[in-house]
């Protein structure tokens, strides 16, 4: 594997492990050191346990087409869409001065969209 261009996008879990999935189902997987192995099967394994292997690409296009309206900035959305926030507390820890730039409504409204947008965390 090689880097053409760092810091080119934030991918959500759900992006990292699929380009996880297509590397290992791949026939020159034996191409791949044996640490660079370990590391797809352990960080796939990982991200496996999460709502990231729930997700699809039509859930994820949803989901930031509805949360535009909130003013996110691309990093809290992401982490939103990775760590499926279930209250306010956590959605104030996820958004950056969210006391001044969401209301309580919004906050509701937020956590709303991500309980019907989301696959759940069962």
Known sequence: MEIVKVNAALLSNYEVLSILSDVN???NKKDLEPNARTIV???SQYLNQFVASKQSAQVISDFVKAVRSFGLTEAET???LNLHPTSA???QLIVEE???RLTEEQVDALLEIIEKTLPGKE
Do not use: A, F, G
């Open 89 to 91: 507390v956590e959605i």
């Open 78 to 80: 992401l982490q939103l």
């Open 98 to 100: 969210s006391e001044e």
């Open 25 to 27: 189902n791949k026939d």
């Open 41 to 43: 099967y352990e960080t």
